[in-house]
């Protein structure tokens, strides 16, 4: 895994890469693909900025683990598989070869 540089327009967008979700332990909590990184996007409610990405939560690795942001229907991982959530930036990495 490495982490994603993002330059937060869309001439560079990292958009449609795989990655893996960390915890604030850098532990994967769960794998998907990268929504986007524009700064203007607006997600859950709050706008992306340099902060966060969008992801779509593709598999729980640990279904328990608490969302960094909630909303009326997601509260952990088991929740968002099959949505799109904001994740901090710092906290995705792109899912290189086979792990």
């Not at 769960?30 to 990405?53: F, P, Q, R, T, W």
């Amino acid at each position: 895994m490495k982490k994603i540089e993002s330059r937060g327009n869309n001439e560079d967008s990292l958009a449609g890469r795989r990655v893996r979700i960390l915890n604030f332990f850098g532990q994967v909590v769960a794998s998907g693909i990268l929504m986007s990184d524009d700064n203007d996007n607006v997600v859950m409610g709050k706008k992306l900025g340099c902060e966060y990405y969008e992801v779509s939560v593709l598999i729980a690795h640990d279904p328990t683990a608490s969302l960094f942001i909630k909303d009326a229907d997601r509260k952990n991982m088991n929740d968002a598989v099959g949505s799109h959530i904001i994740w901090f930036r710092e906290y995705v990495m792109e899912q290189t070869g086979q792990q």
